[in-house]
């Protein structure tokens, strides 16, 4: 379980706490150091990493050729970044990686929120926070590169990811950004504004 002070501190402050923990949880890594390599449709074995310099060098390695996720909380590696050299070990920190996990993460739910056309009821609001799960997970949510789609509800936000305006999670990493063809519905994701209250969205 993530440390309550540390969600505090560092995540994204439009989630609540139990959503951080949710999805860390379901989606990211007890081990701030864990690098996680997918290679067509496979998990590559690689070593585990002692240090953030031994871990960044994994990312190296595979950075451009695979699909690479870092940290507490699994980000894509690469987000707006073009040149290998610029992957730092400071990628690796708990607070930096959670904050620009969750960042991106909040980004993914309300996306996943406006296509269930932003509803009201708590009943639907654990299915919508699944799906983003699911969609952080894979990827793409309805056959679009969920870290490349743009963000229906920046004004709700505090600040803005770490990198999302550029080329999301394609970066220096290959084009494919995940291994699941899931596909709720469509992948309109609408125009009206986000009603939902994300702060509620606690189910399991």
């Given at each position: 379980m993530l440390d309550a002070a540390l969600i505090k501190e560092c995540a994204?402050?439009?989630?609540?706490?139990?959503?951080?923990?949710?999805?860390?949880e379901a989606a990211g890594s007890a081990d701030p150091l864990a690098v996680t390599v997918r290679q067509g449709g496979r998990t590559i074995l690689t070593p585990k990493a002692a240090t953030s310099e031994a871990a960044i060098a994994i990312v190296r390695q595979y950075a451009g050729s695979a699909i690479v996720r870092i940290g507490l909380t699994q980000v894509p590696a690469g987000i707006g970044v073009t040149d290998r050299s610029d992957l730092k070990p400071d990628l690796f920190d708990p607070c930096l990686n959670l904050k620009s996990g969750t960042a991106i993460f909040a980004k993914v739910l309300r996306i996943v929120a406006k296509w269930y056309g932003n509803p009201k009821s708590s009943e639907v609001e654990p299915q919508i926070l699944g799906d983003a799960i699911y969609a952080w997970k894979m990827g793409e949510f309805e056959g679009v590169n969920i870290f490349r789609a743009p963000d229906p509800g920046r004004a709700m936000k505090?600040?803005?990811?770490?990198?999302t305006e550029r080329d999301g999670d394609a970066g220096i990493r290959p084009p494919d950004s995940g291994d699941s063809k899931r596909s709720p519905k469509s992948n309109d994701f609408g125009t009206a504004e986000m009603r939902i209250d994300l702060s509620r969205i606690e189910g399991k």
């Open positions: 994204d402050p439009t989630l609540s706490s139990a959503i951080v923990e949710r999805f860390v505090s600040e803005e990811p770490r990198s």
